[in-house]
Structures are given as structure tokens and as C-alpha cells.
């Protein structure tokens, strides 16, 4: 079975600075999708990002990039130039591809404070 | 695009009442369609799975005489929670997955919160 693990139940980040936020994942399959959602305090998911498996280079999104290391299994997300509407729930999400099938995979997700 | 209302955005009602959610694709066909629940400060629990035209799939310990799921076209979910009690007070979000494009992708509706008293 697949997990996703967000090991920081919460982080904070000063405005205009940079965070990283971690995501490790557990498959025994090669081809899959990742995902990064962010849900504000009005709680509507809103995606962030995607990422393909077999796809070497990193996924980025305006000032939202990853580090995805397949080897590894992870699936960091790194926002540049925090502001505070960056304040939100992250979660991080996997599916098997092709991913017209099956569900997604949720992690517990990472609050992140944006401080003026 | 890929926008997903739902309906209503909050909603308060008594003990024993029944209860309907309607998600909705806006500006893409869905073939498949999901609801969730989600408790304060957790993940998002998947409830089940809804594909137009045909039952619904329900996750493991989710009762489907409890929580009523029809898919009747491709742009249209609703979710019935009948006899409401208040352990049923939550957070529901539907999500929708286009049918053509990049099918891997859930688009989220910005949820309904229920409050059974």
C-alpha cells in the first residue's frame, strides 16, 4: 500500500523568505503522480503544484518548486519569497498513474505560518 | 478552468432531517467525481468514489445508506445525508476529475460545512 509522510506538523517562515517543506512517499510502483495542495484559512484545496514520476525535472509554479528525488523518495516543496497569503495547510498527495484510476493519497499536512 | 462549485456552502439543520450537497464541474465534463470528510486540523478522508452513470464506490466503514451518492451526469454529484445526527457535523469537499486531459488531477470544490443539532 502507498503512504505519504509529512514529518512537520507546523512551520512558520518570516514574510519574503524562503521554506521548504517535506514530503517523503512509500510505493513499490514506478510511474505515478505527485501533487502539492494548499488549503487556506477559507479551506478550499487549491492545487500547487503537479509532478510526473518519470519526469527527471523538477515541476515549478511562479515562486512554488520541488525537489523531487525518486531514488529517495521524496517530494520537497520549497516557496520562494513567502507572502502572507502563502499561510495554509499543505498537504501532499500521491496516485498511481495512469491516475484515471484509484485515489489519491494524502499526507496529515503542514501548517505554515507566514509572519509579517 | 477547472472550477467546482458546491452547494450549500454551510448549512444547519435539526437532528433526524436529511441533508443534500450538490457538486458541480463548471467548465469541464467529469466522469468521476469524490466526496470527503474532513475533521478539524486533519487530512482529508476519502468517503467514496462516484462515477456518472453508475453506483457509487464507498470506502470501508463509510455506510451507504447513510451517506446517499448520485452521479447523474457528467457535470453533477450529490450527496444525501439522511437522518443527519450530530456526529455527522463536518466539513464535506467534493472533488472532480476532468474526463479527458490530465486525468491524474482533482479539482476541489470549496467545501460545505454541516452542522446537525
Known amino acids: 500500500a502507498q503512504t505519504v509522510t509529512q514529518s512537520q506538523p507546523e512551520m512558520s517562515v518570516q514574510e519574503a523568505e524562503t521554506v521548504t517543506l517535506s514530503c517523503t512517499y512509500d510505493t513499490s510502483e514506478s510511474n505515478y503522480y505527485l501533487f502539492w495542495y494548499k488549503q487556506p484559512p477559507s479551506r478550499q484545496m487549491i492545487l500547487v503544484i503537479r509532478q510526473e514520476a518519470y519526469k527527471q525535472q523538477n515541476a515549478t509554479e511562479n515562486r512554488f518548486s520541488v525537489n523531487f528525488q525518486k531514488a529517495a523518495k521524496s517530494f520537497s516543496l520549497k516557496i520562494s519569497d513567502s507572502q502572507l497569503g502563502d499561510t495554509a495547510m499543505y498537504f501532499c498527495a500521491f496516485i498511481l498513474a495512469p491516475g484515471s484510476q484509484g485515489n489519491l493519497i494524502f499526507g496529515k499536512g503542514t501548517k505554515l505560518s507566514v509572519k509579517p | 478552468g477547472a472550477v467546482v462549485s458546491q452547494h450549500p456552502s454551510w448549512v444547519i439543520c435539526k437532528s433526524g432531517t436529511s441533508v443534500k450537497i450538490e457538486c458541480r464541474s463548471l467548465d469541464f465534463q467529469a466522469t468521476t467525481m469524490f466526496w470527503y470528510r474532513q475533521f478539524p486540523k486533519q487530512s482529508l478522508m476519502l468517503m467514496a468514489t462516484s462515477n456518472e452513470g453508475s453506483k457509487a464506490t464507498y470506502e470501508q466503514g463509510v455506510e451507504k445508506d447513510k451517506f446517499l451518492i448520485n452521479h447523474a451526469s457528467l457535470t453533477l454529484s450529490t450527496l444525501t445525508v439522511t437522518s443527519a445526527h450530530p456526529e455527522d457535523s463536518s466539513f464535506y469537499i467534493c472533488?472532480?476529475?476532468?474526463?479527458?486531459?490530465?486525468?491524474?488531477?482533482?479539482?476541489f470544490g470549496p467545501g460545505t460545512r454541516l452542522l446537525v443539532l
Open positions: 472533488s472532480a476529475r476532468r474526463s479527458g486531459g490530465q486525468k491524474e488531477t482533482q479539482y
